[in-house]
């Protein structure tokens, strides 16, 4: 697993991922912004940080809702699930 100091760094990494998905979805560039909240997520499984991650999910299907046209999006949001189904 990963040491204190380490999972702060990445724990710093997807909150800046996040920050920057939030800013491209005010944007209106949703494609983009799911991309990033999907590098956070993935983050967020490699330490353990599934409680931020089920706000990711959330987050993820506000945004899919808002930009209902990406079907590729939806896709993505599915591989996300299963990803976090598989760790329980």
């Known amino acids: 697993m990963y040491n204190n100091d380490i ?3 990445k724990e710093i990494e ?8 939030e800013t491209l979805a005010d944007k209106g560039e949703g494609d983009k912004a799911i991309d990033e909240y999907e590098k956070a997520a993935q983050i967020y499984l490699d330490i353990g ?3 931020k991650l ?6 993820i ?4 809702s808002q930009f209902k046209n990406n079907i590729q999006a939806l896709y993505r ?3 996300i ?5 598989e760790l329980k």
């Open 61 to 64: 299907t506000q945004l899919i």
């Open 81 to 85: 699930i299963r990803k976090t189904e």
């Open 14 to 21: 997807a909150i800046k991922l996040i920050d920057w998905a």
């Open 7 to 9: 999972k702060e760094e």
């Open 54 to 59: 089920d706000e990711l999910y959330i987050r």
């Open 77 to 79: 949001l599915k591989s």
């Open 49 to 51: 940080g599934y409680i």
